[in-house]
């Protein structure tokens, strides 16, 4: 079998957060929370799942490039990789100091600062958006001259490296400190606190910060350390975490005067768009009293397994499926997508305690029905999801009143 183990790098990954989560016990730390943890992962599953259809978008254009654009004829020789590799951390950096400087880049970046926690978890936080942008950027490889196999094989490798720097558990790494961007260096990074602010936007060679004088070395970690927004986020929506920053930036530009003004503030730093338009924002979208009742319900052992329990079923099927993904046809690859974006929407509708996420998990019933219809082809199915939806329609608020008590418990 043409098996993708690739996919392993889901239970691989899994495993060292378990394991952190783990030391963080050990060591009497609580650097993991339950809702910020679920929410890490929710973003982490679905960017995984989305990439699966567009890596060989990106790939193709990478080879596009290449074999019309290419400068140089650089071949896969010891330098020849040194080189890309050196060349691809660079333009990370700049990729990541931009996007962090110009308000249209920020506004797919911030999901990954969006955690007030900062663990392995967070390193799950990219957006399918982010990869797009990034792959803006590293356009200029193929254009140089790099072939693409060369490039995604580079990308892979560089890319697993940042897992490792998202840790409270790791200290200062001596003489490592001086050329790699390490634990101590990116908490630096996603740290709010005014003085380390728009600092260490390395990958994984810090010389890029200190060259172009955005380092700043991590001073002792204190109760007033804090991780995240400076304007935290409070929210656990899954929908609202991806697209509250593209919101802010429509509507600011949308209110700004005269083409140029919109055009400046499309390309400004984050700083020039009026704050008061989250709030705005989130009394139009939001719940007003959402995290008071999820902090109220989540240290439920039934809420919390539930919520566990779908996490868990989403990355099972998100693992069978990437091993798996040669030998699974479009339209079942298009009801497993749906099917796992539901139930990331939903866990994150979960975590803010709203009311509606029953009609949620009636479209994944639905989902799961067609899937099962369309792998096993017994018109039985129709006929029981017939009787199902039936039943669901004539006791729905029986249904609902009794479904948000197991759930939420009291609500």
Known sequence: MHLNWLALAVPVLLLFMGLEYLVAKWQKKNYFRFNNSVANLNVGIAERLLDSFTVGAFYFFYEYLHQHYALLDIQASAWGWIGLFIATDFVWYW???LAHEVNVFWAVHVVHHQSED???TVSARITIFQAVVRTGFWSVLPIVGFPAEMITTVLLIHGLY???????TVGKLGWLEYVFVTPSHHRVHHASNPQYLDKNYGDMFIIWDKLFCTFAEEQE???????GLTKQ???HSFLWQHFHGLL?????VRRATGWRTKLTLLVGRPDAVDPTIRQELESQFLSADAAGRSNAHNKSRRFRGYVVGQVAGMLLILFAFLLTEHYVPAYLQLLTALF??????NCGALLEQRRWVLYLEIGQVSVLWLALYAVLGHPMLIILAYIGGLSLWTYFSLVQKRYLQLVYGSF
């Open 162 to 168: 940042p897992f490792f720097i998202h840790t409270r």
């Open 248 to 252: 802010e930036l429509f509507v600011a």
């Open 95 to 97: 990729y990541h100091r």
């Open 221 to 227: 970690e204190t109760i007033d350390t804090t991780y």
């Open 118 to 120: 900062f663990n392995y």
């Open 340 to 345: 796992i974006l539901l139930t990331a929407i």
């Open 233 to 235: 986020l409070d929210s």
